[in-house]
């Protein structure tokens, strides 16, 4: 238990150290961007500019929530804070919604009296400089979200991603402005495309958190059995449920095994299969396994023929 308190505790650290780093530089791209847009009466660099302080809100409510998901386990929360990092993530979706909302009705204004001046080439090359600082910050962040298996960092650096391709939105409307005369109004069309996009990364954000919190399966039964069945000693393997809580996932499934099996080997049977299920899904995992008798072929043909009626239910 020690040893798991501590290794959460280097991950809660690694986690903010990431999300410092990029809170500092998304406010500074945001700054750029936003100063540009005052700057040149530019909705869409505007709107560009509070996508990326969105970056930095999401950063900010991140690291509010890994706080709180790396307390250790208490008597009103037997099961860990970790999910704290699913309700960070429902806090930026409330922050893009409210973004998106606002900048699309800003565009629609903007149709009928579009005011704005061109902005200049050390503007210019300013967004193209955000423009890199965002592929590098979401790489690295997406980088960091895999290799410590943290929720918040993966739906954050996805957000970043969306803010990649607005601005590259954004840089495409203004050099078509100013070097092949487009219409003026497209300035209020990119905008309205980058509300989109903030609408679409708040939809995915909401989706991966709502599965989490509705007890989505969250590794399919299939694989848990092949994972199992691995073992010599295990004779069947049925009534497999799983659901995700932050990286944690919680897994309860019945094992049948010989019924001459020792009290003391059932109990390593029990650990070895929790082990095996650690090594090979690559998330931490934690189970509840029940064992039970096998008693012949007729008992297996049995747990066959209700997992085949569960999959033809579901189609």
Same mark, same amino acid.
């Given at each position: 238990?020690?040893?798991?308190?501590?290794?959460?505790?280097?991950?809660?650290?690694?986690?903010?150290?990431?999300?410092?780093?990029v809170l500092l530089l998304n406010l500074l791209v945001s700054a $750029?961007?936003? /100063? #540009?847009? @005052?700057?040149? !009466?530019?909705?869409? &660099?505007?709107?560009?500019?509070?996508?990326?302080? %969105? +970056?930095?809100?999401?950063?900010v409510i991140g690291l509010i929530g890994i706080r709180f998901a790396?307390?250790?386990?208490?008597?009103?929360?037997?099961?860990?804070?970790?999910?704290?990092?699913?309700?960070?993530?429902?806090?930026?979706?409330?922050?893009?919604?409210?973004?998106?909302?606002?900048?699309?009705?800003?565009?629609?204004?903007?149709?009928?009296?579009?005011?704005?001046?061109?902005?200049?080439?050390?503007?210019?090359?300013?967004?193209?400089?955000?423009?890199? $600082?965002?592929? /590098? #910050?979401? @790489?690295?962040? !997406?980088?960091?979200? &895999?290799?410590?298996?943290?929720?918040?960092?993966? %739906? +954050?650096?996805?957000?970043?991603?969306?803010?990649?391709?607005?601005?590259?939105?954004?840089?495409?409307?203004?050099?078509?402005?100013?070097?092949?005369?487009?219409?003026?109004?497209?300035?209020?069309?990119?905008?309205?495309?980058?509300?989109?996009?903030?609408?679409?990364?708040?939809?995915?954000?909401?989706?991966?958190?709502?599965?989490?919190?509705?007890?989505?399966?969250?590794?399919?039964?299939?694989?848990?059995?092949?994972?199992?069945?691995?073992?010599?000693? $295990?004779?069947? /393997?049925?009534?497999?449920?799983?659901?995700?809580?932050?990286?944690?996932?919680?897994?309860?499934?019945?094992?049948?095994?010989?019924?001459?099996?020792?009290?003391?080997?059932?109990?390593?049977?029990?650990?070895?299969?929790?082990?095996?299920?650690?090594?090979?899904?690559g998330s931490p995992v934690s189970s509840v396994i029940h064992v039970?008798?096998?008693?012949?072929?007729?008992?297996?043909?049995?747990?066959?023929?209700?997992?085949?009626?569960?999959?033809?239910?579901?189609?």
């Amino acid at each position: 238990m020690g040893m798991t308190m501590d290794r959460d505790r280097q991950k809660q650290k690694k986690v903010s150290r990431v999300l410092w780093a990029v809170l500092l530089l998304n406010l500074l791209v945001s700054a $750029v961007k936003i /100063v #540009v847009g @005052l700057a040149t !009466h530019l909705q869409a &660099v505007l709107a560009d500019g509070y996508h990326s302080i %969105s +970056d930095g809100f999401s950063n900010v409510i991140g690291l509010i929530g890994i706080r709180f998901a790396g307390k250790p386990i208490d008597e009103d929360h037997a099961y860990g804070h970790s999910r704290y990092e699913t309700l960070a993530g429902l806090g930026i979706v409330a922050l893009l919604v409210y973004l998106g909302i606002s900048i699309t009705v800003q565009s629609l204004r903007n149709f009928s009296i579009p005011s704005f001046s061109l902005p200049s080439t050390a503007e210019l090359v300013a967004l193209v400089a955000t423009l890199c $600082v965002n592929v /590098v #910050v979401a @790489l690295l962040e !997406h980088r960091a979200g &895999v290799a410590l298996n943290s929720t918040i960092l993966k %739906s +954050d650096a996805h957000h970043t991603f969306s803010d990649i391709y607005v601005t590259c939105g954004v840089l495409f409307s203004v050099l078509s402005i100013r070097f092949f005369n487009a219409p003026v109004w497209l300035d209020s069309v990119v905008s309205l495309v980058v509300a989109l996009f903030i609408f679409k990364a708040a939809y995915q954000i909401f989706r991966d958190a709502a599965d989490e919190l509705t007890d989505r399966i969250a590794v399919d039964p299939d694989l848990v059995e092949r994972i199992v069945r691995k073992d010599q000693r $295990v004779r069947g /393997v049925h009534k497999v449920r799983s659901r995700r809580s932050g990286e944690f996932v919680f897994l309860d499934f019945h094992v049948q095994c010989d019924p001459a099996m020792r009290l003391d080997e059932v109990h390593s049977l029990s650990h070895r299969l929790d082990a095996m299920l650690n090594e090979e899904l690559g998330s931490p995992v934690s189970s509840v396994i029940h064992v039970e008798p096998w008693l012949g072929e007729a008992q297996g043909c049995v747990a066959d023929e209700n997992k085949r009626e569960k999959k033809t239910e579901k189609k």
